[in-house]
């Protein structure tokens, strides 16, 4: 099949640094064309790609200081994906809803992926009026507040098996990863780390948004002794930071679709703490893996730090429940016994094209 794949412009792909739906995306790519589809790749020019690249713009948009109207350039990128369609035998696209509409006038296939928050009051009249349109989401608990919404199929991320790896490192530290923004609450990972008694090691980065946020209620915490802020890192810094960590702490506190943390986490085999919310829930393991504080109230009583016996314990579990190796092999894998490229893989749950011909509106 030939497959245009739609990514976003706010990072390369795969991204340098911080980046995870970009990198999903990407290893969903290297995946298909593995598995014999040819694949058309729309994303900033300094991605790096065995899809054919058609590139909107030479540089990704958020380390790009000249760019401050990004949403002008992502539509033209759905413009020409548009001017393209008949080209394809399948879109998949990235953007969440806005291809929607762009789309929906178009014959090609195509199905959405829907990677962000979906609980906003002003989500409910969009997806009410696009409630025809197939969408895949990346957990169940993302659903919930869009029941109206034309699930195909819920595909967790995964990661290529060989990404991450334990290293021999004496674990001696607590550890954030990710983003600083109020949502995921790096101020209730402090409290936690400095109430244990264990150093606190922060690997995020933090978007202009959340600036004021950041240099108002963060930056103050971050002078205790018992913080390292060491900004964010790339993936071939990501195993080593993890091996040295007691735990990792996703201490959200709010619906969170699937953060690609839960994967890293899985993948080294480590404890974490974190509230029971969206995929927190969906996410949950045995208790050896270390226990969750709730509400913020619950951490001046949390006596349950973890040690590296339980840890130990979780490695070994996790020998033998590692994620997939991307999210590709969830929806896009031959059936035993087929062999023809275009006709004998599955996609989202749509198998031959007759079948994914079968979702066009």
Not at 7 to 28: D, F, K, Q
Not at 336 to 351: A, C, V
Request: hydrophobic letters at 35%; charged letters at 25%; one cysteine or more.
């Amino acid at each position: 099949m030939h497959i245009a794949q739609v990514a976003p412009l706010t990072e390369a792909i795969p991204p340098r640094l911080y980046g995870g739906t970009e990198r999903v995306v990407s290893w969903l790519t290297e995946e298909l064309i593995a598995l014999g589809h040819e694949v058309t790749f729309y994303a900033s020019g300094d991605s790096v790609t065995s899809a054919r690249l058609e590139a909107v713009w030479p540089r990704a948009l958020r380390l790009d200081g000249s760019v401050r109207d990004p949403q002008a350039l992502h539509m033209l990128m759905l413009e020409r994906v548009y001017q393209s369609a008949t080209k394809f035998d399948f879109i998949h696209c990235h953007l969440d809803y806005y291809p929607s509409s762009l789309f929906s006038r178009q014959p090609t296939p195509f199905v959405t992926t829907l990677h962000g928050r979906l609980d906003l009051p002003e989500h409910q009249p969009v997806f009410d009026e696009f409630s025809h349109l197939p969408v895949v989401s990346i957990s169940n608990a993302q659903r919930r507040p869009l029941p109206q919404a034309r699930w195909v199929r819920t595909v967790h991320h995964g990661l290529p098996p060989q990404l991450l790896g334990p290293r021999p490192i004496k674990p001696s530290y607590f550890a954030f990863l990710g983003r600083i923004a109020p949502e995921k609450r790096v101020d209730l990972a402090i409290r936690i780390a400095e109430h244990c008694g264990v150093p606190l090691k922060i690997a995020a980065k933090v978007d202009k948004a959340d600036q004021d946020y950041f240099k108002q209620r963060i930056k103050p915490m971050l002078a205790s002794k018992n913080c390292e802020y060491i900004s964010e890192i790339s993936d071939r810094d990501k195993s080593e930071f993890l091996s040295g960590a007691i735990v990792l702490l996703v201490p959200i506190d709010w619906p969170e679709p699937f953060g690609p943390v839960q994967t890293n986490r899985q993948s080294i085999g480590y404890l974490y703490q974190r509230h029971g919310e969206g995929i927190g829930v969906e996410a949950r393991h045995e208790p050896a893996r270390g226990g969750a504080v709730h509400p913020a109230t619950d951490v001046g009583n949390e006596r349950r730090c973890p040690d590296h016996r339980k840890r130990r314990v979780a490695e070994r579990r996790d020998e033998d429940r590692r994620p997939p190796r991307s999210s590709a092999s969830c929806c896009a894998h031959r059936k035993p016994g087929q062999t023809e490229t275009r006709k004998n893989y599955i996609f989202f749950g749509l198998s031959a094209r007759k079948q994914i011909r079968s979702s066009r509106v």
